[in-house]
């Protein structure tokens, strides 16, 4: 039978999602509630009325991630090309206007005037959590990563810092720090050059039947967490009622985090600074509509499975190595 370039981008994508299927069921529960693997997706809603900008869920998110944050080896081995440059925050880890390996989340605030009145909102900025993210899908080390619960992540135990999570994500989210990882102990010279760090939703206390941190420390109840499908309902709800504008709902494909607006996004997105570290508010559309970009995340995963499984052992046995 003769295969054309779409017949065999379907067989594809029907593959994968038979190894999916596979390893985790997808479906809803009794509530339409949306579940991966026997754990319902959680998403935010971000009413930013609401928000005074006092800066409590950024120090609620240094305080409880600081674990997590990296202790660079100094000093750095030199790289080759001469072109690839150290990222190094760490005598700057008191940055917090904008996204670092040592802050995960910071307070953008846009003024200016819409509708003929003044205006000036305050918006938390971190990792959106999309539904189908790139950075996940296209991660070449399968270090990237989204869990049952919607929450996507980064593993700093095998992640070698090549920021190609960083250049998939619409908004730049991801940044790097050099001299931690595993690189270090590869091709100190050659590979990647650090680790990729963003909010990873607090997993480790929803995990353990918390909230994130942010979203428990807001005095103003600027943010909800829940259930996908409610928070979806509640923040559409919200934007109808307050004559709002809704984003994250259909922005990359859908997101797990929700912003609702008393002024339009495209203006907040004039208001805003931006630049590295600094991500945009404009429209994003679904990249994964396009074949071309489905047939990278479809034939890239199983080749990214593969180099996840390498390295987890390569780290065992620089682990072993180091302890003797």
Same mark, same amino acid.
């Given at each position: 039978?003769?295969?054309?370039?779409?017949?065999?981008l379907?067989? *594809?994508?029907?593959?994968?999602?038979?190894?999916?299927?596979?390893?985790?069921?997808?479906?809803?529960?009794?509530?339409?509630q949306?579940?991966v693997?026997?754990?319902?997706?959680?998403?935010t809603?971000?009413?930013?009325?609401? /928000?005074i900008?006092?800066?409590? /869920?950024?120090?609620?998110?240094?305080?409880a991630n600081?674990?997590?944050?990296?202790?660079?080896?100094?000093?750095?081995?030199?790289?080759?090309?001469?072109?690839?440059?150290?990222?190094?925050?760490s005598?700057?880890?008191?940055?917090?206007?904008?996204?670092?390996? #040592?802050?995960?989340?910071?307070?953008?605030?846009?003024s200016?005037?819409?509708?003929?009145?003044?205006?000036?909102?305050?918006?938390?900025r971190?990792?959106?959590?999309?539904?189908?993210?790139?950075?996940?899908?296209? /991660?070449p080390?399968?270090?990237?990563?989204?869990?049952?619960?919607g929450?996507?992540?980064?593993?700093?135990?095998?992640?070698?810092?090549?920021?190609?999570?960083?250049?998939?994500?619409?908004?730049?989210?991801?940044?790097r720090?050099?001299?931690v990882?595993? #690189?270090?102990?590869?091709?100190?010279?050659l590979?990647?050059?650090?680790?990729m760090?963003? %909010?990873?939703?607090?997993?480790?206390?929803i995990?353990?039947?918390?909230?994130?941190? /942010?979203?428990?420390a %807001?005095p103003?109840?600027?943010?909800?967490i829940?259930?996908?499908?409610?928070?979806?309902?509640?923040?559409?709800?919200?934007?109808?009622?307050?004559?709002?504008?809704? #984003?994250?709902?259909?922005?990359?494909?859908?997101?797990?985090t929700? #912003?609702?607006?008393?002024?339009?996004?495209?203006?907040?997105?004039?208001?805003?600074?931006? *630049?590295?570290?600094?991500?945009?508010?404009?429209?994003v559309?679904?990249?994964?509509t396009?074949?071309?970009?489905?047939?990278?995340?479809v034939?890239?995963?199983?080749?990214?499975?593969?180099?996840?499984?390498?390295?987890?052992?390569v780290?065992?046995a620089?682990?072993?190595? *180091?302890?003797e």
């Amino acid at each position: 039978m003769r295969m054309n370039r779409r017949s065999f981008l379907a067989a *594809g994508l029907a593959a994968a999602a038979g190894s999916v299927a596979g390893k985790a069921q997808a479906g809803e529960t009794g509530s339409g509630q949306a579940v991966v693997g026997g754990e319902v997706v959680l998403a935010t809603l971000l009413d930013l009325s609401k /928000c005074i900008g006092c800066g409590a /869920c950024v120090e609620a998110c240094r305080e409880a991630n600081a674990h997590k944050y990296p202790e660079p080896v100094k000093p750095f081995p030199k790289m080759y090309p001469a072109k690839v440059k150290a990222a190094d925050w760490s005598d700057k880890r008191d940055v917090d206007d904008r996204l670092t390996p #040592y802050n995960w989340l910071f307070i953008q605030t846009a003024s200016g005037t819409y509708d003929g009145e003044p205006f000036e909102l305050n918006i938390p900025r971190r990792c959106l959590h999309c539904q189908n993210p790139p950075c996940a899908n296209l /991660c070449p080390w399968g270090a990237a990563s989204k869990d049952g619960r919607g929450i996507v992540s980064i593993n700093d135990e095998i992640c070698l810092g090549g920021s190609k999570c960083k250049s998939v994500c619409p908004w730049h989210i991801p940044e790097r720090q050099t001299g931690v990882g595993l #690189y270090l102990k590869l091709a100190p010279s050659l590979a990647g050059n650090g680790v990729m760090y963003k %909010c990873d939703r607090c997993k480790d206390r929803i995990a353990a039947g918390g909230i994130p941190a /942010c979203v428990e420390a %807001c005095p103003e109840g600027v943010q909800t967490i829940g259930p996908r499908d409610e928070i979806l309902a509640q923040a559409r709800k919200l934007a109808e009622e307050t004559g709002g504008f809704l #984003y994250g709902d259909t922005e990359n494909g859908g997101t797990n985090t929700f #912003y609702v607006s008393p002024v339009p996004f495209d203006v907040l997105n004039q208001a805003v600074e931006k *630049g590295p570290g600094k991500p945009h508010l404009a429209s994003v559309a679904n990249p994964f509509t396009t074949e071309d970009t489905l047939a990278r995340a479809v034939y890239a995963a199983p080749l990214a499975g593969l180099a996840a499984g390498v390295l987890h052992l390569v780290r065992g046995a620089t682990s072993e190595d *180091g302890n003797e």
